[in-house]
């Protein structure tokens, strides 16, 4: 009587290795994209520094913030009257936008006394106002 060789995996061996990973899996897929999310958050709190250093660049060449109507696009193309004195590109066309694809919202300020000079939002995952975690919106304080 010859024996064979056996090669292979047998059925219970397959799954016990599936039923492995997929113990691995539950426990540590929710951590990951918990991680995830907030390396977006810390993205979009960096891009608003930079937004803000170059709203302050800005500000030293042209002598004033932004208003409603220019926005943000007046840091990558010189405003109405303002050609002689801007000296940007001052960020890149990317830096408007947040992690989650959505353009950061800007609001200058009032010009009262203790009120910011301007306003930067960042609305979180959700593209909306308010919200909790991933959702919940950022702004320069």
């Known amino acids: 009587m010859k024996r064979r060789n056996r090669k292979g995996f047998t059925l219970i061996e397959i799954l016990t290795v599936v039923v492995i990973i997929g113990l691995l899996g539950a426990f540590v897929a929710p951590r990951v994209f918990k991680g995830l999310g907030k390396a977006k958050r ?25 208003n409603d109507a220019e926005g943000l696009q007046a840091l990558i193309v010189p405003p109405d009257g303002l050609e002689d004195k801007w000296n940007g590109r001052y960020c890149k066309e990317s ?47």
């Open 95 to 141: 830096d408007l936008k947040d992690p989650w694809g959505n353009e950061f919202l800007y609001f200058e300020g009032s010009g009262e006394i203790g009120d910011k000079e301007y306003e930067l939002i960042c609305l979180g995952a959700d593209g909306a106002e308010g919200g909790e975690g991933d959702n919940e919106d950022i702004t320069n304080d």
């Open 42 to 66: 810390d993205i979009a709190v960096g891009k608003m520094a930079i937004l803000e250093q170059a709203l302050g660049r800005f500000y030293f060449d042209c002598g004033r913030f932004p």
